[in-house]
């Protein structure tokens, strides 16, 4: 999903990068971090999407790339929004990075 806002966090909670927004493949990519603890918000998603509220715990490692999948509920209509959205963080050897790489509903499909 493009134009879904994120932040990102240091191990202390304080903000490093805000309002972030998904670029038109629904990717954040932030390089050049420090290894150590991050933590990733999302502060806005798209209308008829359930927030995601929880902040996301991330374990950068040196020359790391570690990617995170954020998956959104559509909400229908009349319906309580509910917390049913999953993280997904997968870890590679690439450099010391974070990505956001996709922003899904629980379909599958990108919006």
Known sequence: MQNVVFELQDENHN???????????????????????????ELS??????????????????FEETGVTVYNT????????????????VSGNEISSITIKDIKDLDGYKR
Request: overall charge negative.
């Open 15 to 41: 903000i490093l990068f805000d309002n972030v927004k998904t670029d038109g493949n629904g990717m954040i990519v932030f390089e050049n971090m420090t290894p150590g603890k991050y933590y990733l918000k």
């Open 45 to 62: 998603i798209l209308e008829g999407y359930a927030p995601y509220t929880d902040l996301v715990e991330i374990d950068l490692h040196l």
């Open 74 to 89: 559509k909400i229908k209509e009349n319906e309580i929004v509910k917390n049913y959205q999953q993280i997904e963080v």
